[in-house]
């Protein structure tokens, strides 16, 4: 038996939070304004009237404090969910992220297990101000201990959510902002592929698009697009940032042999280059081109009115896979 | 402002109607175990700075002149309550029963942490300041968690409150304010312990804050008491009383303990630099194990058979903390990869996997060499 519901993201994430809540005492959601309000994009809507102010819990504006106190509930054998409300006000937090959550784990011999999950808004092209469009995947994925994940669709978004939940590492989940109001079919019964896995969203045989969170519907329809020259582009979609999946990506690199990595976050420093490096050693010698990037440039992300600009597109990714076919063997 | 003080430094004892009753309510045993953990202490503290200067530590951070504040404030609590300490609460680690050895893994650079923190009920030493504030606050707010929903089963509830342990220097940072602002908007059972030493490595505690640092407590809704630190009586009596009403529901507390390293702020500094001899004679004729002892000596409450025990005792634990502290095991590396996550991770197998093979293979030149067989 199966329930599959056609919903939007936000929806989706939301039934996640709701069916987690309902199994486990021990899970608590923590964050600003998450209550009455329902968090500023309405995930949590409606979940604190149902399990109350204690499980559903309106914090102090205080990222830092967010997730300090949320390690320590976790020391103590919950599973807090914190919700920062924006990418940009990550940062506040980071060193609780990364000197305490990421280590707690190792510093203590293993004795101590830190479950909490960061439901972190993220990326561009929503036309806001400052601090509201942000990529900050790469920073997180360098810290040793964290997991960090990405869902692209409502039913990625339910189950990632869940598996954070229930996993006892810490994990980071970039929910793509710019993608909550996408809907699709979540299928509350039967799990999705495991969070920390990719998967190839669709088959292709001249060049392979990976990428993952906003960029994934890009990216599907780059590939469509290059149908009319004639080009079979295959589309992984990464999901996991952390671990990452290289096996799969440079599995569907080898075949199509050409490969484009793209992401909103800037390409310098960012995990396209660890993607890229990954599969060059895997399999270098079945690429016909190098793999290349698309990516953020090196600033601050722009003033909204740019942001078209700044942001990979599908013009850009096919640009790239042009670029690839113009590489040529041996010459 | 005048901290709260029952012992004189000269060693008498002056009434007090709020505090004293504390005292009078101890037996003789437990007077004189008051002394004996600031003793063990005091002697286990020589001993690790001796090491560090073999070069057998990477690090030490003496605790020499702090001991009546940690020692008087644990004994107030209950074993139950969750300490959460900074890196310098050795008398306090050593009267939750951690063993010197457990305590210097950190030092010795073999192990991040040597005990097990729900063993003793004392979280592992935090050295980026402050951050374990908010930790602990969370763990109160487990506890209030506990109470609502009955979800975890635990000893009663009141049973458990939560110690902060600050620096004066550590006051500054924005956590601890954060923390605060989380302990009293939920009316958390915590109890704020700052040991102000009167510097943060080489800075004083008026860059830290102009004014005492225990009137922070009043701009977050709380009560703070300002006590001094080399009394051991009066820390025990202070943090009794507030501990009760932190029990009885009455949200965060906040102890200011005046008191003074009398050490290094480790043995990778040095004091000379920037303080004065007059300072340090200052306070060293406010030293806290020699004020109590000359009470217990005045009061009959410990006599000389008693010290010399205790000496004895402290010799003891020093040789044999000398003993297995340089015995101690350093991690495996291979540990390090395994506790990473708590589940698999791709990445960190991988790297795992290559190191061991990596080193094999030189596992295998060195035979081969020694072999001779090439
Ligand atoms: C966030 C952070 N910044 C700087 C340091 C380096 N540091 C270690 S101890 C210390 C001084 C702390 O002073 P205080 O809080 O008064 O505690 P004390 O060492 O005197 O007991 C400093 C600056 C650190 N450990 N963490």
Redesign the interface.
Same mark, same amino acid.
Do not use: C, W
């Given at each position: 038996m199966s329930a599959i519901k056609e919903m939007p993201m936000a929806k989706a994430i939301t039934a996640a939070l709701r069916d987690e809540l309902a199994a486990d005492?021990?899970t608590?959601l923590i964050g600003e304004d998450i209550g009455a309000l329902g968090g500023v994009f309405r995930v949590t809507d409606g979940l604190q009237a149902e399990f109350g102010t204690?499980?559903v819990?309106d914090? +102090?504006l %205080?990222e830092?404090?967010i997730?300090? @106190?949320?390690?320590?509930? %976790?020391?103590?054998?919950?599973r807090?969910v914190a919700e920062i409300q924006f990418d940009g006000f990550v940062f +506040?937090a980071f060193?609780?992220i990364t000197?305490?959550l990421a280590k707690m784990?190792?510093? @203590?011999?293993?004795?101590?297990?830190v +479950?909490v999950t960061i439901r972190l808004p993220y990326g561009g092209h929503v036309g806001s101000v400052e601090h509201h469009s942000e990529s900050p995947e790469a920073l997180f994925a360098h810290t040793?201990?964290l997991?960090v994940v990405a869902p692209s669709s409502p039913q990625d978004a339910y189950w990632m959510t869940r598996q954070a939940i229930v996993?006892?590492?810490p994990v980071i989940i970039l929910e793509p902002k710019r993608r909550y109001w996408l809907k699709g079919k979540v299928d509350t019964e039967n799990p999705a592929p495991d969070a920390?896995r990719a998967q190839v969203l669709r088959e292709g045989t001249d060049a392979t698009i990976a990428t993952y969170g906003p960029l994934v519907p890009v990216a599907l329809a780059a590939a469509e697009a290059a149908r009319a020259d004639q080009r079979s582009i295959e589309v992984v979609d990464i999901r996991s940032i952390?671990?990452?999946?290289?096996?799969t990506i440079a599995r569907s690199a080898a075949k199509t042999q050409r490969l484009v990595v793209a992401h909103e976050a800037p390409t310098f420093g960012g995990m396209g280059g660890e993607i890229a490096a990954r599969v060059a050693e895997r399999a270098h010698h079945r690429l016909l081109a190098p793999v290349l990037r698309v990516g953020g440039f090196h600033m601050p992300y722009p003033p909204a009115s740019q942001e078209h600009r700044y942001l990979p597109d599908i013009d850009r990714m096919l640009e790239a896979v042009d670029r690839s076919f113009s590489y040529q063997r041996g010459v | 402002m005048q901290p709260i003080q029952l012992l004189a430094p000269d060693g008498k004892l002056a009434e007090n109607e709020v505090y004293g009753p504390y005292i009078a309510k101890l037996s003789g045993e437990e007077l004189r175990e008051l002394y004996r953990y600031m003793a063990m202490e005091r002697r286990l503290d020589a001993e690790a700075t001796s090491l560090q200067r073999q070069g057998q530590l990477a690090l030490w951070a003496p605790a020499l002149g702090q001991e009546a504040a940690q020692v008087g404030t644990i004994a107030a609590l209950k074993s139950s309550d969750m300490v959460f300490p900074t890196y310098r609460e050795h008398a306090m680690a050593l009267y939750r029963g951690i063993a010197p050895e457990e305590l210097l893994t950190t030092f010795r650079a073999t192990r991040h942490s040597g005990w097990d923190p729900r063993q003793h009920n004392f979280q592992v030493y935090t050295l980026v300041l402050a951050a374990q504030t908010l930790h602990a606050a969370g763990w109160a707010m487990g506890i209030q968690q506990d109470q609502r929903t009955g979800s975890i089963p635990r000893d009663r509830a009141e049973d458990e409150i939560v110690v902060a342990c600050i620096g004066d220097g550590a006051t500054s940072q924005g956590d601890v304010h954060e923390s605060m602002v989380f302990a009293s908007s939920y009316e958390l059972p915590m109890l704020y312990f700052i040991q102000n030493n009167h510097w943060a490595i080489s800075v004083p505690t008026r860059t830290q804050s102009r004014g005492p640092l225990v009137n922070r407590a009043q701009g977050y809704g709380f009560e703070g008491v300002r006590v001094d630190g080399n009394d051991v009586l009066a820390s025990y009596a202070v943090a009794t009383k507030l501990s009760a009403e932190i029990r009885a529901g009455k949200g965060p507390k906040l102890i200011e303990s005046v008191t003074y390293r009398m050490g290094a702020h480790t043995t990778a500094d040095d004091p000379t630099k920037y303080r004065s001899n007059e300072e340090l004679e200052l306070w060293e004729g406010r030293d806290p194990i020699r004020r109590y002892r000359s009470w217990l000596d005045s009061t009959g409450e410990a006599d000389q058979a008693y010290f010399e025990q205790v000496d004895a005792e402290s010799k003891d634990l020093a040789s044999d903390m000398r003993k297995s502290v340089l015995a101690l095991e350093p991690i495996d590396i291979e540990r390090v990869f395994d506790t990473v996550y708590s589940e698999p991770h791709r990445q960190v197998e991988a790297e795992k996997a290559w190191l061991k093979d990596y080193e094999a293979g030189f596992a295998e030149e060195t035979t081969t060499e020694a072999g001779g067989t090439r």
């Open positions: 005492q021990r608590l204690h499980r819990i914090s +102090p %205080a830092s404090g997730i300090g @106190t949320s390690i320590g509930m %976790a020391m103590r054998g919950y807090p +506040p060193n609780q000197s305490q784990h190792s510093r @203590t011999d293993g004795k101590v297990k +479950p040793a201990g997991r996993s006892d590492d920390f952390s671990p990452l999946d290289d096996e | -």
